[in-house]
């Protein structure tokens, strides 16, 4: 029998080899293979279609990319690796020496053996990427190449799933769907988003649950577009990447820095008893800083394990199917449970016996708790919901300042409130 991580893992692996980038054929692909798993609402937005201060680019598809050397045997092929062309290559079909080839070639100098992820999205531009130990046994003479791709008008494509709640307030769970094969950055992020949204709806969440899978920075961009009449819904959010390396867990706090999300996942890591890092917010990295841009101002912060450029594999075909693991999908996973179990069960409430300490022994609430192990523990719990129940502190306020499990801070609120001595 197959773990999760086991699953995720085979997730990113069938969708490791597709060529993708932030428009086109691989995209969707992508999504075709996490609609395999999840019921996806897919949309399409036109070539041209004004998106906050940028505009929808052409379309990127390729077919075929490679260069032959004198004898014409294949040096470079994109047939081996989706990393091995420019992202978003104008097409070229031509014959020339090396010398006029080589400001095309991107390397990597100080990893002779790895393939750079590189891209030119908003400039015209070609080119392959190679190994420097492939271009530096490359010998003189004229090359061919060819790049079968076009440029056209079409589309940018994202996918949206949502898990309903109790209440139609939203939490923003984002993974970029743009890099090619580049197994942690972000295959690992869809996979385990997928499969917090396969747990979520296992059960009935209080929130409303938006899983959005989409290009980096323009995809996020173009769903803010076309959804900022309604982001007052958006109470708090999480983007997931780099979920998939042997690093430990790190956490990027929202612009606000001190959002409910950013309390809930600091709570959550540091009694989890896990090695991890809190940063703070930065205008750079992924696509938290769209949702963060002061327009929108969203509680939305970021969790992967290394972050963006902290790994030396980062961006490159180092980062293969075997530098992602199923143990640490499957422990940022189970953060990412947590995290959401705190969140929906975060209620604040009101005393309805707020002179005076109510008795709650005539209620039945000590004598429930006879012979239980932790029945002084529950006991405080029960002291401190009644204390801090004035509407203003959440159950995560009660348990950080008692000092109490929150498991145990929402049971005491549970009996209070089957007591009828608060409500929510």
Known sequence: MT??????????????????????????????????????????????????????????????????????????????SSLHVLGYSVPVAA????????????????????????????????????????????????????????????????????????????????????????????????????????????????????????????????????????????????????????????????RRGDAEIDRVTRYVLETSGRPHEIREFTPYGYDERQFCSPGFDLGVGSLSRTPYAGYPEYHTSADDLDFVTPEAMEDTLAVCREVCA???????????SPYGEPQLGRRGLYGALGGRSDAQEAQMAMLWVLSLSDGEHGLLDVAERAGLPFDTVVAAADALHGAGLVKA
Request: with cysteine; net charge negative; hydrophobic share 40%.
């Open 95 to 254: 014959r020339m020496p090396l010398s006029e080839l080589r400001p095309h070639l991107h390397t990597l100098p100080e990893h002779p053996k790895w393939v750079p992820y590189r891209t030119s999205y908003y400039k015209p531009d070609w080119g392959f990427c190679l190994a420097q130990e492939t271009l530096d046994a490359l010998p003189d003479g004229e090359y061919e190449v060819r790049i079968d791709s076009t440029l056209a008008d079409g589309h940018l494509t994202y996918a949206e799933h949502v898990v309903p709640g109790q209440v139609p307030d939203e939490v923003i769970v984002s993974s970029h769907v743009c890099h090619p094969s580049l197994a942690n950055d972000n295959l690992a992020g869809i996979a385990v988003a997928v499969f917090l949204a396969r747990s979520l709806a296992r059960g009935t969440p209080y929130y409303t649950y938006r899983f959005l899978f989409a290009p980096g920075t323009i995809g996020a961009i173009t769903w803010l577009a076309r959804n900022a009449g309604r982001v007052e819904r958006v109470k708090h959010g999480l983007v997931l990447a780099c979920a998939g390396d042997r690093g430990s867990l790190t956490y990027k706090r929202s």
């Open 342 to 352: 705190v969140l929906d069960r975060n209620r604040r409430y009101v005393n309805l």
């Open 3 to 80: 773990t999760p991580g086991e699953e995720m893992h085979a997730l990113v692996e069938r969708m490791y080899p597709l060529c993708r980038s932030i428009t086109g054929d691989g995209v969707r692909a992508t999504l075709d293979v996490v609609g395999g798993h999840l019921p996806l609402e897919v949309h399409e937005v036109p070539t041209g279609t004004q998106v906050l201060d940028w505009t929808v680019p052409q379309e990127w598809n390729v077919r075929e990319a490679w260069i032959a050397d004198p004898s014409g045997r294949r040096v470079v092929d994109l047939a081996d």
